[in-house]
């Protein structure tokens, strides 16, 4: 039978189709613990009054759920005996979430609606308070760590398929020039294994596009490559095996690198982009450090090596350093690139000041006067400035 | 002893005009006396307690000085705050909702987030601190339940979208709204009025009815208010 399960700040509720109460489960009448509960469920953690309340609904046939959330009804999904799905049609939901007081009331779990409304309110300040100080407690820490993780993994990475795809050259060179993806690849050799098994359908099921199923098994039915057995295969099977683990690893870290910046640096991320937004801060050692730093330091941060050699060999500084990656940047014509980098920089601190300082969004702000800026000097320089002495070069001998 | 004069509002009930050495001045009634929210002045009538309103701080207070006709924020209701900041504003719709009025105050930015629960939440139970992103309304949804107006003060270039996702799935059916736009842009070749006309055409697309628009001058040069229905 099918019961839709709702998620309050008072407990949880198992309905079914015509919207009365099947089954409860409070929380606790401490407003932090219900706090908790609520944090841990956002989380999509199966709390133990969620469980237990499943445990009812198994005792009584309810094998069918829907609830409001895609990570909880998967986690419920993976428990024997539930088919769980996420749920966005909320009508039922919401009716049952408006007459919450009254419910309760009726239920005896409050006294009067009065008492329901300060307990709610209880709770929701007690969540906006754990929020405050669980997101202030040196995140961007974490966001360095994740930043260097996702580099260090990105090597790594790197490394591993480019053996796996020498390795596995041997047994079938022609695939190296028919799958690009590396992923694709590594999960290709580990689910298929010896080239007899590049059948059409097998293919597919991979999820090979249609246009080179066909070529791909063409390719492996006449193959140059030496034939190997089962066991030659079987290592470089589990090396590309680990691999496909770290490249879902890479992936989760760069998921949740992007959540983190969105909530530590919102007014950076606006106009970076998470990741090199944590790969700034990570220069600089911390989001503070970041903001303390004067604009023109900003603009050529990750371009120390270039600076010092600028410093001892007078060759000309560098105008840029790693905010370079920037899209308006690198794209830019090479004469507009220091206009356009002290912009960027100017704002970028400004960005990392509020950031740091816990001030409002104004990123879609900075982002459109940082737009507008380019515009104007692209419209104000679009050529090449006439050849002017080199004088970095000139200076460069007298050290 | 100063002598005060205290009037309620001709229109607006629980907003009041309060009257000191023949300056008038807006107030509300304190809900938690003895305390002052952001250094504003406290005055005592008859055993009430007074909090001036500063239409310089306030731009709510600055529609209602000139001359706002509709306040869609009433006592006993319920009002979706968003763009809370640290709680000026939300502070004196508190006291006109009243403690069996409901304010969901939604802010994302922390630090403004910390002021708001230390200063505003603390002590008065009707305003409920939510720190989300008023961009994804579903974030909050266990929080916040169906609202009889939208407060939205968020200054940001997609206000008037914003406002709308969250007037889909909070505000009641005939639910009222007042937004606070911006009247002068980063773009400083247009103006005012060519923003108003773009703001206001968002929200109509969105099923809106705009019924007026206040600017806020002298008070405040870079915004305007406009209250607004389906
Ligand atoms: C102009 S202030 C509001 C002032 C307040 N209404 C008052 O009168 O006291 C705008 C606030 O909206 C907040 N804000 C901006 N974008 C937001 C968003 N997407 N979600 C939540 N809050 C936002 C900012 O952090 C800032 O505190």
Redesign the pocket.
């Known amino acids: 039978m099918k019961s839709t399960l709702v998620i309050t700040t008072v407990g949880i509720f198992a309905l079914n189709s015509k919207g009365s109460i099947i089954e409860r489960k409070f929380f606790s009448k401490d407003p932090k613990k219900a706090a908790d509960r609520y944090r841990q469920l956002r989380k999509g953690e199966i709390v133990p009054e969620l469980s237990q309340l499943l445990k009812e609904l198994q005792k009584n046939n309810y094998d069918e759920l829907l609830i409001e959330d895609r990570i909880l009804a998967s986690k419920i999904s993976k428990i024997k005996d539930f088919n769980c799905k996420e749920f966005n049609e909320s009508s039922v939901i919401q009716k049952f979430r408006e007459k919450l007081d009254v419910t309760t009331v009726k239920l005896g779990r409050f006294s009067d609606r009065q008492d329901f409304q300060d307990f709610t309110s209880k709770v929701t300040l007690a969540i906006a308070e754990e929020a405050i100080t669980s997101e202030t407690q040196k995140k961007d820490l974490h966001a360095i760590q994740a930043i260097r993780t996702l580099d260090d993994l990105d090597k790594t990475l790197n490394l591993f398929s480019g053996r796996v795809r020498e390795w596995y050259g041997l047994h079938f060179p022609e695939l190296e020039k028919l799958v690009d993806k590396h992923e694709t690849y590594a999960r290709l050799v580990s689910d298929l294994g010896d080239r007899e098994n590049y059948k059409i359908d097998k293919l597919e099921s991979e999820g090979i596009p249609e246009q080179k199923v066909k070529l791909i098994s063409e390719k492996a039915e006449n193959s140059i490559g030496y034939s190997a057995n089962s066991s030659d295969l079987e290592t470089l099977q589990s090396l590309s095996k680990n691999t496909i683990q770290l490249f879902k690893l890479r992936n989760a870290t760069e998921e949740f690198l992007e959540e983190l910046m969105k909530k530590i640096a919102p007014n950076l991320t606006a106009i970076l982009g998470p990741l090199m937004s944590a790969r700034i801060i990570s220069i600089a050692g911390s989001l503070e450090r970041l903001a303390m730093m004067p604009s023109s330091t900003l603009q050529v941060l990750g371009a120390e090596k270039a600076l010092f050699r600028s410093l001892k060999t007078g060759s000309r500084p560098p105008k840029h350093g790693i905010i370079f990656q920037h899209q308006a940047l690198h794209t830019a014509p090479k004469w507009q690139r220091g206009k356009i980098a002290r912009v960027l920089a100017s704002k970028l601190s400004i960005a990392a000041r509020i950031d740091s300082f816990g001030g ?2 104004i990123g879609d702000q900075l982002v459109e006067y940082i737009e507008k800026r380019i515009l104007e000097i692209q419209k104000k320089y679009p050529s090449a400035p006439k050849v002017k002495k080199r004088y970095g070069r000139s200076r460069g001998s007298r050290t | 002893m100063v002598e005060v004069e205290v009037h309620e509002h001709d229109i607006f009930p629980n907003v009041f005009l309060v009257k000191t050495r023949g300056q008038e001045k807006l107030a509300t009634r304190n809900m938690v006396p003895g305390t002052s929210v952001y250094g504003e002045e406290l005055v005592q009538h008859n055993d009430i307690e007074y909090r001036i309103w500063d239409p310089y701080r ?2 709510l207070a600055a529609a209602i000085k000139k001359g706002l006709h509709e306040l869609p924020i009433k006592q006993g209701e319920r009002i979706l705050y ?4 640290s ?4 502070s004196h719709v508190s006291d006109i909702a009243g403690n069996t009025g409901e304010v969901y105050a ?4 922390q630090r ?1 987030m910390r002021d708001l629960i230390e200063k505003v939440c603390r002590n008065r139970s009707n305003v409920r601190p939510i720190l989300a ?3 994804v309304p579903a974030e909050y949804r266990l929080l916040v339940r169906i609202v009889d107006s939208v407060y939205s ?4 270039p997609n206000q008037a979208n ?1 406002f709308s996702d969250n007037a889909d799935v909070y505000l009641k059916e005939k639910g009222r709204a007042i937004i606070v736009i911006k009247s002068r842009s980063i773009d400083v070749t247009q103006r005012p009025t060519d923003i108003f006309k773009k703001e206001i055409k968002i929200l109509e697309n969105c099923g809106f009815h705009v019924s007026e628009v206040i600017r806020l001058e002298p008070f405040d040069k870079d915004h305007a208010m406009i209250t607004l229905g389906r």
Do not use: I, N, P
């Open positions: 409002e969004f | 306030s731009k968003l763009g809370a900041a709680g000026t504003t939300v939604v802010e994302f930015s403004s992103d008023a961009r003060d968020v200054a940001q914003l």
